[in-house]
């Protein structure tokens, strides 16, 4: 069966610090814990990303069209953030452990293609493979933040040379967010 491309956003909120998270707690434990996050995440989803799947410590939403502006993405972003850290801290309350997680986003525009197996929908083509490649840059350890790639701000170009005029030097930071122009994007310290 042939697939159709279609141009769309992924948007992967991704836990920084899993592997020493699962390193230091019980399965029962750290199980509890990464479902309560991961639903946290899911249920602040205030812009109606289709969910691809669940891998672990993150999250691929998808969402087909034009890209969404930087100001609903960046929304978005905070609102998961806000809701993760409440979790974070009720977890911490109820359960007396420390729970060294932060929680990063990537923001990235392309082609790809759905297909089914079984009851799950995957995703497909070289800009979810590039999502995830964007996953292993680390700026600043357990710090959040929020990485648009270049193919995202060169599709939301006019709104973005709003913002900022980018080059590679470039550096803002204002109160408790910075915004810094990274070799592969644009992060948005949150």
Known sequence: MEKTEQKGVILIPDF????????????????????QLLNTIIDNNIM??????????????????????????????????EAFSKCLEDLHQQLKTKI???L?????YGTFSEYVIGKFKKLYGATVVESHRLLKY????????ILF?????????NESSKIIRFNRKTRI?????????SPVGLIKYI
């Open 138 to 145: 680390h700026y600043v350890k357990n710090q959040s933040y």
């Open 48 to 81: 109606a990303f289709e969910i691809s799947e669940i891998e672990g410590d993150a999250v691929l939403f998808y969402k087909y069209g034009n890209p969404s502006d930087i100001s609903s993405i960046i929304q978005q972003a905070i609102k998961m953030k």
């Open 173 to 181: 930071d204002s109160g408790d967010a910075c915004v810094y122009n």
């Open 149 to 157: 790639s270049k193919e995202y701000l060169r599709a939301v170009e």
């Open 104 to 108: 990063k986003f990537i923001v990235h």
């Open 100 to 102: 060294a997680l932060s």
């Open 16 to 35: 920084s610090g899993f592997t020493d998270f699962v390193l230091s707690h019980s399965l029962h434990v750290g199980g509890y814990i990464t479902e």
